[in-house]
C-alpha cells in the first residue's frame, strides 16, 4: 500500500509560480511511475504530466509544456511539479498518482494510488 499526500497549492495571480510536492509513505517509490493530474471545476480529469521510474523519458499535455517541470527524488519519495507563467485555465484541484506502469498513466489515465488533491486557483 501506498499513501500519496499533495501540498503546495494555493492561490496565485497569473504569471506566477508555484511548486507542487507529492510525499509517498508506506512503501518506496522507487519502482512507480508518477505523474500530475488536474480537474478543473465541473470538468473532466486529464493528465498534466508523467515520469517514469527511471526519470527519464516524461510526459507534459500540450497545455503545460514549456512551462511546467516534472521530477522526482526517489531518496525523499516526493514528486514534484513546478508551474511557471501560471495561467487563469491552470485552476483545477491537482493530484498524484502512482503506477507501475507508465502506460497506465499516460494513456489510460488511471493510477493504482492516488492523492486527496491541492487546490490551485490562479487569479487574473
Known amino acids: 500500500q501506498v499513501q500519496l499526500v499533495e501540498s503546495g497549492g494555493g492561490l496565485v495571480q497569473a504569471g506566477g509560480s508555484l511548486r507542487l510536492s507529492c510525499v509517498a509513505s508506506?512503501?518506496?517509490?522507487?519502482?512507480?511511475?508518477m505523474a500530475w493530474f488536474r480537474r478543473p471545476s465541473g470538468k473532466e480529469r486529464d493528465v498534466v504530466a508523467a515520469i517514469p521510474e527511471s526519470g527519464g523519458n516524461t510526459y507534459y499535455a500540450d497545455s503545460v509544456k514549456g512551462r511546467f517541470t516534472i521530477s522526482r527524488d526517489n531518496a525523499k519519495n516526493t514528486v514534484y511539479l513546478q508551474m511557471n507563467s501560471l495561467k487563469p485555465e491552470d485552476t483545477a484541484v491537482y493530484y498524484c498518482?502512482?503506477?507501475?506502469?507508465?502506460?497506465?498513466?499516460?494513456?489510460?489515465?488511471?493510477?493504482?494510488?492516488w492523492g486527496q488533491g491541492t487546490q490551485v486557483t490562479v487569479s487574473s
Open positions: 508506506g512503501r518506496t517509490v522507487s519502482n512507480y511511475a
Open positions: 498518482a502512482a503506477d507501475r506502469s507508465f502506460n497506465a498513466l499516460v494513456v489510460a489515465t488511471i493510477g493504482r494510488y
